[in-house]
């Protein structure tokens, strides 16, 4: 037989299709297409081909849908070498059966054949995560497989789900908003929930868990605006929810679905991000083991938001819209801007965002504190370019080419700078910006951001008078 190789196939954004050739020992070989900045990459593993040898393709809807598990078996195939005499027969291990499952709850088919020793194995991020890489090994045929999960987006706030640790892991994915949900109750438990999302014209339903005969509705005002702002539950003493009560933008509450308990309470309400657009969680048969949600920011007059600024590569993401802004930290190194976290008010509370950049990367760091609530970030002004380190090999020059090079945070009563404007410093085609609405200060930033560096900035502001 001809010899594995590994292979690894990095990360993607999402995976578009799978494309599987089976015949009658099990996989020969896996074709996968993802997509990484709008850009189809097609990847294959294993070689083998032949009339012997069934073609089958499984797509996602992308981009609202992603496989978030593969299932199979991996064990001794017997196949014919036919690299030394086409009869003579010998065994290999090698990956004998396949199947994906994804967000929106659809299994393919079984591809393959598992043999009588095989070996079931399971790939699975935590809550929902989508696949975005895989990697293992191959040769003539598929010989090993594993695979790397992601979050699905940054730019939504995306709650854990509250319950038990058991159970299959499931995210529906995000929406222009929600029209009803449905809720079976079984015993005092939750035993399914159904939720009929909008996505333009289309109504997309969900359903987890097992249908009960005690089956109740909420049925929302979406044609009129109305979303849900936050989730009420209750988990029983097992781990399973109990109990739920849906809130909405227009300050009505469904009516509690199951049976509440004591003392065992959660609550669904991210701070700074206001319409729940998709739900999330574990169930298994006949019960929902926990419940999580992904939020999306709302903005509403008199809030804006103001275009990012920099370069169009990277993840988007989005802190949502705060009160104030109480501290900046920002890394910086080789000329160029790293990672950028921010830290907001909220009433009394405070709200700690997520590490935008590397913050792993060795470089300085400057922390910024505001003084409470007296000052506040009137605009940002920066410069972004490219950097041409031609030393570098090929692949590090692409990752390392375009880069925030300066940014400035001016408030109402100094001016917090990172890296000056050098112009030796190897940088061309140099754009200035500016982030800034007369009388009103921000309350919240967004951009995008690979995993070395920041890489594009934008922000919320309010009128100063609302504050």
């Given at each position: 037989m001809s010899e594995?190789?590994?292979?690894?196939?990095?990360?993607?954004?999402?995976?578009?299709?799978?494309?599987?050739?089976?015949?009658?020992?099990?996989?020969a070989y896996i074709t996968i297409q993802y997509v990484r900045n709008g850009d189809v990459v097609q990847l294959e593993h294993g070689s083998e081909r032949g009339t012997q040898i069934t073609e089958t393709e499984f797509k996602v809807k992308d981009p609202d849908e992603y496989i978030t598990c593969i299932e199979g078996t991996w064990g001794e195939a017997?196949?014919?070498?036919?690299?030394?005499?086409?009869?003579?027969?010998?065994?290999?291990?090698?990956?004998?059966?396949?199947q994906f499952k994804t967000s929106h709850g659809r299994t393919s088919q079984k591809f393959g054949k598992p043999g009588a020793d095989s070996i079931e194995f399971k790939l699975?991020?935590?809550?929902?995560?989508?696949?975005?890489?895989?990697?293992?090994?191959?040769?003539?045929?598929?010989?090993?497989?594993?695979?790397?999960?992601?979050?699905v987006s940054s730019a939504l706030k995306q709650l854990e789900p509250q319950g038990?640790?058991?159970?299959?892991?499931?995210?529906?994915?995000?929406?222009?908003?929600?029209?009803?949900?449905?809720?079976?109750?079984?015993?005092?438990?939750?035993?399914?929930?159904?939720?009929?999302?909008?996505?333009?014209?289309?109504?997309?339903?969900?359903?987890?868990?097992?249908?009960?005969?005690?089956?109740?509705?909420?049925?929302?005002?979406?044609?009129?605006g109305e979303y849900i702002i936050s989730v009420e539950g209750t988990t029983d003493d097992?781990?399973?929810?109990?109990?739920?009560?849906?809130?909405?933008?227009?300050?009505?509450s469904s009516e509690e679905f199951g049976k509440a308990v004591a003392?065992?309470?959660?609550?669904?309400?991210?701070?700074?991000?206001?319409?729940?657009?998709?739900?999330?969680?574990?169930?298994c048969v006949d019960r929902i083991n926990a419940l999580g949600a992904n939020f999306a920011v709302v903005v509403v007059p008199p809030v804006k938001k103001l275009q990012a600024q920099g370069t169009n590569s990277g993840e988007e993401w989005d802190d949502g819209i705060h009160d104030n802004v109480r501290m900046i930290t920002v890394t910086y190194g080789h000329e160029s801007v790293i990672a950028v976290t921010f830290e907001y008010a909220n009433g009394t509370e405070t709200v700690v965002g997520d590490a935008r950049g590397d913050f792993d990367e060795i470089g300085d760091r400057k922390q910024f504190k505001l003084c409470d609530n007296n000052e506040y970030i009137t605009s940002v002004e920066g410069f972004f370019g490219e950097k041409l380190l031609t030393s570098e090999t090929v692949d590090e020059f692409e990752s390392i080419y375009y880069k925030m090079k300066r940014l400035d945070f001016i408030t109402n009563i100094t001016t917090y700078?990172?890296?000056?404007?050098?112009?030796?410093?190897?940088?061309?085609?140099?754009?200035?910006?500016?982030?800034?609405?007369?009388?009103?200060?921000?309350?919240?930033?967004?951009?995008?951001?690979?995993e070395l560096s920041l890489?594009?900035?934008?922000?919320?502001?309010?009128?100063?008078d609302d504050a």
């Open positions: 594995q190789c590994p292979f690894d196939d990095g990360v993607y954004d999402c995976v578009k299709k799978v494309i599987i050739g089976e015949d009658s020992q099990g996989v017997k196949r014919y070498d036919s690299d030394i005499h086409m009869w003579n027969q010998t065994l290999s291990r090698t990956v004998t059966e396949l699975e991020g935590n809550n929902g995560t989508k696949l975005v890489g895989l990697l293992g090994s191959s040769g003539r045929f598929l010989g090993e497989i594993e695979a790397n999960f992601d979050v038990g640790s058991d159970g299959h892991s499931w995210d529906d994915g995000a929406y222009d908003g929600l029209r009803k949900v449905c809720i079976g109750e079984d015993g005092g438990r939750v035993s399914s929930v159904e939720f009929v999302y909008a996505k333009g014209d289309q109504r997309i339903t969900h359903c987890h868990g097992m249908d009960s005969n005690e089956r109740k509705e909420f049925e929302l005002e979406y044609e009129d097992d781990g399973f929810v109990s109990s739920l009560i849906f809130n909405t933008s227009m300050d009505r003392n065992n309470e959660f609550f669904l309400k991210p701070i700074g991000f206001h319409k729940l657009v998709g739900f999330r969680g574990r169930s700078s990172v890296l000056e404007n050098d112009p030796s410093d190897g940088y061309v085609d140099v754009v200035p910006f500016k982030l800034e609405e007369k009388d009103h200060k921000i309350v919240g930033f967004h951009g995008k951001s690979t890489q594009q900035i934008g922000v919320y502001v309010k009128p100063i």
